[in-house]
């Protein structure tokens, strides 16, 4: 199952430094971007999680620096579901849109948190489970 998304982001004039690049924190800002559009490509954005009763919060990140994005430039932020069975793990590429020159690679786990006992869920729920099987 491929499960992805793209979204075009422009770097903004306030994401970048005095040389005019993309302050490195920026990009799991990107990355979040790529993510909520990919959640709610199968229903299940943030609010959607609360409403089912469960938080998923980000508990690892992982970010390889390839080339820098710049004031004004146009990029594509790629995101691809990569496991949700036991955690939902994210991957993304982050590519410049003219050139499909890459910039940035990475990739997020989330696990589950039920929103009432804050205990851990070593398995997704239910509710996350079935809507991937409908797809």
Not at 8 to 18: C, G, H, Q, R
């Amino acid at each position: 199952m491929s499960l992805s998304v793209e979204v075009e982001i422009e770097i903004p004039f306030f994401d970048v430094d005095p040389m005019q690049v993309a302050w490195h924190g920026h990009y799991v800002k990107y990355f979040e971007v790529a993510r909520c559009a990919l959640l709610r490509k199968f229903d299940y954005d943030y609010p959607k999680m609360e409403q089912s009763g469960y938080h998923f919060p980000v508990v690892e990140i992982y970010l390889r620096y390839v080339n820098p994005a710049r004031y004004g430039q146009v990029v594509l932020a790629k995101a691809e579901l990569l496991e949700y069975e036991n955690r939902l793990k994210i991957g993304y590429r982050i590519i410049d849109k003219a050139s499909g020159l890459r910039l940035t690679k990475g990739w997020s786990v989330q696990v589950a948190i039920d929103a009432k006992t804050n205990e851990l869920q070593f398995v997704s729920p239910k509710v996350l489970l079935e809507k991937m099987r409908g797809r």
